[in-house]
């Protein structure tokens, strides 16, 4: 069955760090990929979407390019801030008509520190 | 415009009870799905909701059912309640138009003792 496997964290970083969270998946047919964010005590909210292959989804500095040769998604983010401490979710879309349900990696805890 | 909403935050519950879980579609959406997400782990998909009827469903037994009304809001109802259920569960609304954009509530944490 359809799959994602993320990066395992946590993942600790110094304000102004390169990010990178790597996710792969596993899918037959072409599916939709997602980045979701889960804030403390918050809950899950879309960051970033690719529906097709070599699309680049981004949204507040961060960006992840849809690989389908590599089958990845990975998300990156130039510069991190404190606010960006979070939970990373990488998640697909089985495009199966109106039942559009999403399968999620396990996610990846960021913390920046300042 | 107002987004998706559950009731209760928290909740916690006797192994054995059942308990409702609800959730308020976002304006305009018609579509609901309900997650379960454990403690550290990513969301499972639980089913999904479209015009009040199922149109999909994860590997949840039967004693995980559901509602949609025709104000699209939805119930997820747990019977039989076990200690593994113990989680965080979420709600998303999207429209059938707009098949990419899932909106989550906060969830509810429900706790099996």
């Known amino acids: 069955g359809n799959s994602v496997t993320q990066m395992e964290g946590p993942v600790t970083l110094s304000e102004e760090a390169f990010l990178t969270i790597n996710c792969t998946y596993t899918a037959t047919g072409y599916p939709s990929l997602f980045w979701y964010v889960q804030y403390p005590g918050e809950g899950l909210q879309l960051l970033l979407k690719?529906?097709?292959a070599d699309d680049k989804g981004s949204n507040k500095g961060f960006e992840a390019t849809y690989r389908k040769e590599t089958t990845s998604f990975h998300l990156e983010k130039g510069s991190v801030q404190v606010s960006d401490s979070a939970v990373y979710f990488c998640?697909?879309?089985?495009?199966?008509?109106?039942?559009?349900?999403?399968?999620w990696g396990l996610g990846t805890s960021l913390a920046v520190n300042p | 415009e107002t987004g998706v909403t559950q009731s209760p935050t928290h909740l916690i519950k006797t192994r054995g009870q059942q308990v409702t879980l609800r959730c308020s579609s976002q304006s305009g959406h018609n579509t609901v799905s309900w997650y379960q997400q454990a403690l550290g782990q990513g969301p499972q998909f639980i089913f999904q909701?479209?015009?009040?009827?199922?149109?999909g469903r994860g590997n949840f037994p039967p004693r995980f059912s559901g509602l949609q009304f025709p104000n699209y809001s939805s119930e997820l109802n747990v019977n039989a309640l076990e200690l593994d259920d113990s989680a965080l569960y979420l709600c998303a609304s999207r429209s059938s138009g707009t098949p990419y954009e899932q909106y989550f509530g906060p969830g509810t944490r429900l706790t099996v003792t």
């Open positions: 909701y479209y015009r009040e009827e199922e149109n």
């Open positions: 690719a529906t097709k």
């Open positions: 998640a697909l879309s089985e495009n199966a008509g109106n039942n559009r349900k999403l399968i």
